[in-house]
């Protein structure tokens, strides 16, 4: 299982966010071996996150070898022909190393922010999503066409962000290119559940992110039932990411609590290579 982190959120004391913070974030974790580099995207919400392709764009100047992730962007939000271009420019930007993770959104305050149709997210990520492959392609849409340079041509791989019981799952197996779960949000039944059915539909690529890490304190057994997290002992970390592994994930996503060198260095020693 390839081990991932979330791209710093804070500077590293704590305070908002500086111009640097991400690039160093981003280098500190390739060089501790981090695997893979993924942003956030919230509007509106009442808290500042950078724009998750602005970011990854960011952390692949530095970077050379570690793949960059969005967890997840939520497509309803934007017009997809606008999203595609820039979508096209970050996977140029990235050198083939982006992964366009996808999603309809759960936030409702979000679509309040930019007057977008929450009821209809779930049609809105079905319709952006089409339009974008195809002018990927190199298509023509409703007279839109973007030319993609040859090294962007055809897109990043997309991935979906769905809940274990949702028909997205689906799609994530059959149509795209893999599922992603969140474990703030997921409990281990539900990702048993869920790891289940997309390899039985032929799933193969699947992604647990936004796993909160604290490890100051011992905790006792994981709850099936409960938000699945990394918040107890080193020790217990390791036996928690050797589950999702067992499982069939192929890659766990850690948001920690600081992002030095020392902190990505323990994080990193929990996952044999």
Request: glycine share 12%; with cysteine.
């Amino acid at each position: 299982m390839r081990l991932g982190v979330v791209l710093p959120v804070a500077s590293p004391g704590g305070g908002a966010l500086q111009a640097g913070d991400l690039a160093e974030g981003a280098r500190q974790a390739e060089a501790a071996g981090i695997e893979s580099l993924w942003a956030f995207d919230a509007i509106g919400r009442g808290f500042a996150l950078p724009d998750p392709l602005v970011a990854l764009s960011v952390a692949a100047t530095v970077t050379t070898s570690v793949e960059l992730g969005t967890g997840v962007l939520q497509v309803p939000l934007r017009h997809p022909v606008e999203l595609a271009h820039r979508v096209l420019t970050a996977h140029l930007v990235c050198g083939g190393r982006l992964l366009l993770g996808v999603g309809a959104g759960s936030t409702e305050a979000d679509f309040r922010a930019v007057g977008a149709d929450f009821a209809g997210r779930f049609r809105a990520l079905d319709h952006g999503l089409s339009v974008m492959r195809r002018l990927w392609a190199g298509e023509t849409v409703d007279g839109a066409c973007l030319t993609p340079w040859p090294a962007a041509t055809g897109g990043p791989p997309v991935l979906v962000g769905s809940w274990a019981g949702g028909r997205w799952i689906e799609r994530a197996a059959t149509d795209l290119d893999g599922w992603i779960a969140s474990g703030a949000k997921t409990s281990l039944g539900a990702l048993r559940s869920g790891i289940a059915r997309f390899r039985d539909l032929g799933g193969t690529r699947a992604v647990v992110t936004n796993l909160e890490v604290d490890l100051r304190e011992e905790a006792g057994p994981v709850d099936e039932s409960a938000p699945f997290t990394l918040r107890c002992s080193p020790a217990q970390a390791a036996d928690r990411l050797a589950t999702l592994a067992s499982l069939g994930f192929d890659d766990a996503v850690l948001f920690p609590r600081h992002h030095s060198p020392e902190a990505l260095q323990a994080l990193r020693s929990l996952l044999p290579r």
